[in-house]
Structures are given as C-alpha cells and as structure tokens.
C-alpha cells in the first residue's frame, strides 16, 4: 500500500485531492496533527514516513519543503508554481509529449501544471510541434475562471459577498503562469495575457484567437489537435459549441478542446475548457499520482 501525504490538506486544492484519495484502497493517507500543519519537524517526519507527498501550498512553503525533505527519497508532487520550470523537475502533463507518462513514472519530483497553463498549453503545444503557429509568433490568450483559482482568500471575498461579479486582472503581464507556457508550448514568444474571474466557484475556458492564411485552415488546426490527443481519455477534441460554458466539466479530470472561427473572414479561436480545480489542479495531481504509483491512469478520477 502506497503512503501519501497531502501537504496542505486543509486548502482548496488539498481538500479536493483528498477527496479522490479518499475511498482508495491501495493508498494510505498519512496526516499530521492540524495545529502542527505549519511546524517544519512535524512536516519533515510525514515526508519521512510518505512515498510521494503531495504540496498544496503557497509556493514559499513548497520550496521549504524541498529544502526540508533533504536527504530522504520521498516522492514529490507540487502543485504550486515554485518548480514548474525548474529544470530537475518533471511536468506532469500526461498528454503532453508521447514520453511524458513514462518521464512521469520514473520521477522523484513532479510538478503539477497551473491551470490557465493547462488549456493555453493544450491548445498551443500540438500547434506549434505541428508548424501550425510559429514559435515566435504574436499570440493572445484570453481566459475566464471560476473564483476558486484565487484559493481561499478570494473564495472568502465572493463567499461574503464582498468581491465584483467579474473583474479582468493579471494585466501588467507578470502572470505566474507565463514562463511554463512559454516552456511547454514551445514559444520563443511571450504570449498577450489576459485572464479574469466570474461569480462562478470553479470552472475555466481559455481562449486563443488566430488568424487564419492560406497553411493555416480550421479544418488544419482541429485535425492537428484530433491527431495529437488521439487515444486521450481525458483530452478530447469536440465540434464547436455556440455557447462555450467554463462550467461544463466541472468535477471532472476532463479538457475539452474547440477550433472556432469562419474561414471567409480569415479569423478563428480555439478553446479549452476545464475544471480548474479538475485537470486544472486535483485531478491532474491524482492522474500524476497513478502513474507514479503505476496504478491504472484513471482511478479515483
Ligand atoms: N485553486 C486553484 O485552482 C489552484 C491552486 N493551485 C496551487 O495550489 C497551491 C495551493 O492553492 P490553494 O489550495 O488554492 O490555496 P489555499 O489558500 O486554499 O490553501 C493553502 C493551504 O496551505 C496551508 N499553508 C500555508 N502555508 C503553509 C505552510 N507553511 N505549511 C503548511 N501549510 C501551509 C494553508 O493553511 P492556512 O489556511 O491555515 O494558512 C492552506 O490550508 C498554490 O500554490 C496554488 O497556486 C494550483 C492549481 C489551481
Ligand atoms: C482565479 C485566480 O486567481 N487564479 C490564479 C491561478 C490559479 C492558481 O492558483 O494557479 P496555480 O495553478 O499556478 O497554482 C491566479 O491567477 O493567480
């Protein structure tokens, strides 16, 4: 039986990945005492006792449990920003690359995608392997999200009612998600990013607008990323929808993508919608989980 420590247990996405964790029988969960959930000797004894620990912390508390795991063989999931384009750490998008499962499987220290980061890289990385978006390229990504993403400080402002019915922010640029898309999607570019966030708990879509020219169809861009996603269970490619809803997959491990556009006007946009807290977060970081404890992909998902 696999030992799991969920470090940060009692966060928004900690409490979700214990949830799917839950019912497993071939995973025992370790846990600390509440009260102690912050105290370093009291963390580094569960890592101790932990084949893979889980981090659902802010990203200063993930690098100190790095520095506090020192010398023990524990295995890491992170799924904060503090290593995601660290170059000893392996990212955990399954789907990304045909040998990223078995990069995944073999991993001491895993990082869990952000989840913007999900569906911009879902979208961008096929297309840019495929010659379909040049790596330097001018891009834009626009991207709505349920207000859950923000973690429990923004949770508590909508819960009380304190915070707008939407608002666009993140706009100077400085996106922490920034740097892995630029990674993992092969840009030499910084993408244009501008996310926001509805009344809505969770739930995403983000959206890349392209023009089209005479390489570059819709029909080109959907068969590259039917192609790519081919055999996926949780990544599909599906028709367009006239109303792309951030909800849909909520709950779900799942991604959806959408090429969207009118060939007349040269102008299209592709979509990815997903369950922040899903693919987007927990559901990503128990998919990662089985395949570094080489159970099936799916369970508990
Ligand atoms: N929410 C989302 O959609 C996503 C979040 N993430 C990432 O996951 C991580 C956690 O985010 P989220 O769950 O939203 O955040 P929350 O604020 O909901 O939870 C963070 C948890 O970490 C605990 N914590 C803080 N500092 C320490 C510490 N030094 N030692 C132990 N525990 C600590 C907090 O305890 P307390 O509240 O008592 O201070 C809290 O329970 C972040 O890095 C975030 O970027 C990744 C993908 C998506
Ligand atoms: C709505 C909202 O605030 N979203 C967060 C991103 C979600 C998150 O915490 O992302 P990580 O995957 O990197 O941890 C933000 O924009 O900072």
């Known amino acids: 039986m696999a030992k799991v420590f969920i470090d940060g247990e009692a966060g928004t996405t900690g ?23 912050k105290d370093a000797d009291a963390r580094r004894e569960a890592y101790a006792s932990a084949d893979v620990a889980i981090l ?7 690098k100190e449990s790095v520095a506090l795991a020192q010398g023990l063989d524990t ?27 078995q990069a995944i499987a073999t991993a001491q220290y895993v990082s869990n995608p952000g989840c913007y980061a999900t569906g911009a890289i879902a979208i961008l990385a096929p297309l840019v392997k ?3 978006i040049a790596a330097d390229e001018a891009l834009s990504i626009n991207a709505i999200s349920g207000y859950s993403g923000g973690g429990k400080e923004l949770i508590g402002e909508y819960e009380r009612g304190e915070a707008p019915a939407a608002f666009v922010y993140a706009l100077a640029q400085k996106h922490k998600h920034l740097p892995e898309i630029v990674k993992y999607a092969g840009l ?3 993408p244009v990013f501008a996310p926001s966030v509805g009344n809505f708990a969770q739930g995403m879509a983000v959206q890349v607008p392209l023009h089209l020219n005479a390489s570059r169809s819709l029909g080109a861009l959907h068969d590259a990323l039917v192609q ?21 997959l909520n709950n779900s491990n ?16 592709l979509v990815a919608v997903l369950d922040n807290l899903g693919k987007g977060a927990s ?14 992909e799916g369970t508990g998902l």
């Open 188 to 190: 030499a570019a910084r």
């Open 15 to 37: 409490l979700q990945i214990r949830d799917r964790l839950l019912g497993r029988t071939d995973i025992e969960l370790i846990q600390i005492d509440a009260a102690r959930r």
């Open 56 to 62: 659902c912390l802010p990203d200063a508390a993930a």
């Open 75 to 101: 295995r890491f999931i992170d799924a904060s920003t503090a290593h995601r384009v660290a170059p000893d750490w392996v990212y955990g998008f399954a789907e990304l690359t045909p040998d990223a499962r």
């Open 130 to 132: 495929a010659g379909l």
């Open 254 to 269: 799942r991604l959806e993508l959408s090429v969207h556009g009118d060939a007349e006007n040269g102008c299209a946009v």
């Open 228 to 248: 790519h996603y081919a055999g996926q269970d949780f990544v599909t490619v599906i028709d367009p929808e006239a109303r792309v809803v951030p909800t849909k």
């Open 283 to 296: 559901g990503a970081a128990v998919q990662n989980l089985n395949i570094m404890l080489g159970s099936d």
